[in-house]
């Protein structure tokens, strides 16, 4: 489901003539609306939408995740890497709270998804009946909108307006909880019911006439402008026109984490990756420039730091298709509310290059390129950093999807993996959740079944839903993982080495009557290998391969990308390693730890 123009003319729907349940309704509602896939796991208040499921079974497919979160994620990683919606459903009680991650997650990213969920019966609701949980009061705060559908007859109207909120203007989640007799009420459904969305306008808003010439007046004039991408422009498909401004203009770009492929990352005026472990080139950019054109991007303190200082001198135009984003974390001189696409699209019929002559500042750029880059020190052991440029290597002319969990391997994929393409990239940015990658992955695969989908992901993360192996096993779905397994919470081992004089508070995964449970030894061995990820996929069903030595990798990524059945890679890497650059909390680029 892409993002529709509100004055856009919908699909012609036929009228039903004939009785449905209530669940038949919700089912034909998301075939009219063109959803091919839901990822759905019943239990006893969802009962009868998993039957009609059944009935509509050569119009959408309906997958079983093995948890409820892994649903989520599957639904949000086919939304990531199309742009059409994702659709989820889950019973009442623990299954809907167990939706609640990917909820927050979608909220925090602006992901267009549909949550559907059973609740107990219209006359038991406020009775503390089993199962029963306030879903949208529990929602409240991470979705775009909510439902409770009381009433049948409203239910037709209600899946087309959830539909239309979550797709249109900044998407987001929409919950629509249903009682099990709506559910199993018949009616003569009307699908042409009008919405009723008082004070909702979903259509795009463009910028005036006035922005643009006010955009291209202060690019003109600028000596030292960098662009930045956040993820509005993956969300607006806007990559394009945001790749044709920057060669127009030779304006210096970088990227939030996740626009990470809205500007091909080995092009010469890029300069990755923006933040907390941006590269250092990028921060020093937006440091020292006089121009800041941001596109999409909410300014998130991982972006920003200490923000009084972020961009301290530069002149700001801030787009974003929001406006409670704009002038809400720093203040922008030129504040527009547009969508990326269209502002990109106009800005880019009257741009110019700079008056100046920018060979200055693109000289003292790449000077800190060359002073500053992105490295890793040679070791007998892979490093996770090769492993990812590695599989780069690999994979970087085939229009690859990489997923990612969270923590050092997130970072070190956005850092070394050179992304070129839009929705190549697919990682949980607002909520930093452990445990999104397999799922998302599985999601994506089943969306573009034609491309390679391989998640980078850490042990500490897999872990978190690796049930979903199964669901890829028996769905047929074949995935890969290319496993940088480190036996430990990475990150927060980062953090406190860093932060906390190396004291490890519960951040290895082995035995505790392991050395390395008290901060000795290495953990890198074969001995000290927990668990054992190969074993375990393999009583999944998926093909699996340990690597621990340099010379092998290279050959085990050919076999696990050639591989047509799902296939984990478990690459042994050391815990020592951290993710540099790193800027501290609240902190500035003359904060930043490089070594």
């Not at 121009?291 to 009084?308: E, P, Q, Y």
């Not at 573009?448 to 979903?468: L, R």
């Not at 000290?528 to 085990?556: C, Q």
Request: charged share 20%.
């Amino acid at each position: 489901m892409s993002r529709p123009n509100k004055t856009a003319s919908a699909p012609k729907i036929e009228p039903m003539l004939k009785n449905m349940n209530g669940a038949d309704v919700v089912v034909q509602s998301l075939v009219n609306a063109g959803v091919e896939v839901i990822f759905a796991y019943p239990g006893g208040f969802s009962m009868p939408l998993h039957q009609a499921l059944t009935r509509f079974r050569d119009k959408i497919r309906g997958i079983l995740p093995r948890h409820e979160q892994g649903g989520g994620f599957a639904a949000q990683g086919y939304a990531r890497a199309t742009g059409k919606l994702g659709v989820c459903m889950a019973t009442s009680g623990p299954g809907a709270t167990n939706l609640l991650t990917p909820i927050a997650d979608a909220k925090m990213d602006s992901i267009p998804m549909l949550i559907i969920t059973g609740q107990v019966t219209v006359p038991s609701i406020g009775s503390d009946a089993f199962q029963e949980t306030p879903m949208v009061e529990v929602c409240r705060g991470i979705t775009k909108h909510h439902y409770l559908v009381t009433d049948v007859n409203d239910l037709a109207r209600i899946m087309r307006e959830a539909i239309y909120l979550a797709t249109s203007g900044r998407p987001g989640p929409v919950l629509v909880d249903i009682p099990k007799d709506v559910q199993t009420t018949q009616i003569v459904p009307d699908f042409e019911q009008p919405m009723q969305l008082p004070g909702y306008d979903g259509s795009l808003p463009h910028a005036s006439k006035s922005d643009i010439e006010k955009t291209a007046a202060a690019i003109l004039n600028a000596k030292r402008p960098v662009f930045c991408a956040g993820g509005g422009v993956i969300t607006a498909n806007a990559a394009a026109e945001l790749f044709k401004l920057v060669e127009k203009t030779g304006i210096p770009t970088t990227t939030t984490l996740t626009a990470m492929s809205a500007f091909p990352r080995e092009h010469r005026l890029s300069l990755g990756m923006l933040g907390m472990h941006g590269t250092a080139y990028a921060n020093h950019a937006v440091h020292d420039c006089d121009l800041l054109v941001a596109i999409g991007t909410r300014f998130s303190d991982r972006v920003t730091g200490k923000i009084s200082e972020f961009a301290k001198n530069a002149t700001v135009v801030h787009v974003d298709i929001d406006p409670s984003e704009v002038n809400k974390v720093r203040a922008s001189n030129i504040s527009i509310v547009s969508d990326a696409k269209s502002f990109l699209t106009e800005l880019n019929k009257i741009v110019a290059a700079p008056k100046a002559d920018l060979s200055d500042w693109t000289r003292r750029i790449e000077q800190w390129k060359a002073d500053m880059p992105l490295k890793f020190q040679n070791s007998p052991n892979i490093l996770a950093q090769e492993a990812i440029r590695e599989l780069w290597k690999a994979t970087k002319d085939s229009g690859a999807i990489i997923c990612t969990g969270v923590g050092q391997h997130q970072m070190w994929t956005s850092q070394f993996y050179g992304f070129k393409t839009p929705r190549t990239f697919l990682s949980s940015g607002g909520l930093g959740t452990m445990g999104f990658g397999l799922p998302a992955a599985m999601g994506a695969k089943v969306a573009c079944p034609e491309k390679n989908v391989i998640d980078i992901d850490g042990d500490g993360s897999f872990q978190m839903n690796i049930q979903e192996m199964g669901t890829c096993f028996c769905e047929k779905i074949p995935v890969k993982v290319m496993l940088l397994n480190n036996q430990h919470l990475g990150m927060v081992v980062q953090w406190e080495d860093r932060f906390h004089a190396s004291n490890r508070a519960h951040t290895y995964l082995g035995p505790i009557d392991h050395p390395e449970a008290f901060g000795k030894g290495v953990g890198i061995g074969p001995e000290t290998r927990y668990p054992d990820f190969v074993t375990i996929a393999k009583g999944y069903g998926w093909e699996a391969l340990h690597v621990s030595k340099k010379e092998e990798l290279p050959g085990a990524i050919q076999k696990m990308l050639k591989s047509e059945k799902p296939f984990l890679l478990d690459v042994l890497v050391p815990y020592q390693e951290h993710v540099l650059p790193m800027t501290p909390p609240g902190g500035t680029v003359f904060d930043m730890i490089r070594e």
